[in-house]
């Protein structure tokens, strides 16, 4: 059955998987956990969640994304020992040799963070989380350590760790890039990669912040055409180093069909990167927090907003190979499905980490794993059973049998029709 709407309810599965799935949840939530997750899901269920962040095999499709539960190692720890396929950093602002840096303005210390429900146009209920910081506001030393020690942990337990950057953006048509503040950037992240004994390449995400959507350079066409265009090729010429490099976009402020461009754009063989990251928070210049008028926020409209440009951009993000790793308000499994549905092979998360939660869990338990239980194996929200779904509705099985997480994409029926 062809899927007209953002999915609701519960999946339409077997009753007895059903119970099945339940059972397992609540095992989850008082400390019980497979030995290999994805083993006992195949072997069980035939459900395989191997997923793909930045072109290489992970656990499961879900990560941290760039944030405030990615600033220190206990974080990362905590993400590994979890079992979340991987962590991306806090975004750092890019310097040159001599501590410079163009984006500063983007350092700014977070003071705290407030986390509220909100509702979405669609009617739509969720959460969102304010926070008055932008990227890291420690020092570039600090970072590199964070970066060291994290991805230490990334070859003892295969957590894939990313860090994140804002790098120098032109502020006009002719200004030229601050190639040095890239270089020192990128070959300390690369220097930190290899003192940690890397052998596969680097990733970088490159994070066009949503707080660049209430800037004044934010709003001018040509001049995002130009970042979009040209950020690709200034980055691998800015390093002898190889990376696999992912862009993550911002939403526009503005109309829905120059947000289509943005993508777009990125698909080009002429300058498109490795991966995408689709797509940062919504911005709402009105409001204020901490003193600070306008804020970036999320919820069912951000998740709306990203589905609905992914579905008419579904044709070229199909036929190309570019691989994008969904985030914006994925607060369920089922919500994960829906980005997979419209090619996204990996979502990453941050407000679900944080809203109040009244299910009950062993006192032992952390909350990334009590989420990542939930976000798998909840009967009416979770993966497993939304792939049993996918797998009785609309054909998702393989040759051997099993449905398969990066099957989503190559489903062939009609996608999601998101609201605008």
Not at 146 to 173: Q, W, Y
Not at 304 to 314: G, M
Request: glycine content about 10%; some cysteine; charged content about 20%.
């Amino acid at each position: 059955m062809p899927i007209q709407s953002r999915l609701s309810g519960s999946p339409d599965i077997d009753s007895g998987l059903l119970k099945l799935i339940e059972q397992d949840w609540i095992k989850c939530l008082k400390g019980w956990w497979p030995d290999n997750l994805n083993h006992y899901l195949i072997t069980k269920y035939q459900v395989d969640i191997t997923a793909r962040y930045a072109g290489q095999s992970i656990a499961n499709p879900f990560g941290k994304a760039s944030g405030q539960l990615t600033m220190n190692i206990g974080q990362i720890r905590e993400s590994a020992q979890a079992g979340l396929g991987f962590v991306v950093l806090k975004t750092l602002i890019a310097q040159n040799a001599m501590g410079h840096q163009s984006m500063s303005a983007w350092s700014i210390p977070e003071s705290k963070m407030q986390v509220e429900p909100i509702t979405g146009q669609s009617g739509r209920s969720g959460w969102t989380i304010t926070w008055k910081g932008r990227g890291w506001s420690r020092s570039f030393e600090d970072y590199i350590q964070l970066c060291r020690d994290s991805f230490e942990i990334s070859m003892e337990t295969g957590l894939i760790v990313a860090p994140s950057v804002k790098f120098h953006l032109p502020a006009n048509l002719d200004e030229k890039w601050y190639i040095s503040e890239y270089e020192y950037t990128l070959n300390a992240l690369a220097k930190a990669w290899q003192g940690a004994g890397g052998q596969s390449l680097l990733i970088v995400e490159k994070d066009f912040s949503p707080t660049l959507a209430g800037d004044q350079l934010g709003k001018q066409e040509k001049l995002i055409e130009r970042w979009l265009t040209e950020i690709t090729s200034v980055i691998r010429n800015a390093t002898s180093e190889q990376l696999t490099l992912g862009i993550k976009l911002f939403n526009f402020v503005g109309d829905h069909e120059y947000q289509n461009e943005i993508l777009r754009i990125c698909l080009d063989d002429s300058c498109k990167p490795d991966f995408l990251v689709y797509a940062n928070r919504l911005f709402n210049p009105n409001k204020t927090f901490e003193g600070v008028a306008g804020v970036a926020y999320g919820g069912p409209d951000l998740s709306d907003r990203n589905l609905a440009i992914l579905t008419r951009c579904r044709p070229e993000t199909t036929q190309s190979n570019v691989e994008i790793s969904g985030t914006g308000d994925i607060d369920s499994g089922r919500t994960a499905v829906e980005y997979g549905l419209l090619g996204c092979s990996s979502v990453q998360m941050h407000t679900i980490f944080q809203i109040p939660t009244d299910i009950p869990a062993s006192a032992g338990l952390s909350r990334t794993r009590k989420t990542l239980a939930t976000l798998v194996f909840h009967p009416v929200h979770g993966l497993t059973g939304w792939l049993l779904h996918a797998r009785r509705h609309w054909g998702l099985c393989n040759e051997s049998g099993l449905s398969k997480w990066m099957g989503l994409k190559d489903l062939k029926m009609q996608p999601l029709e998101a609201a605008d």
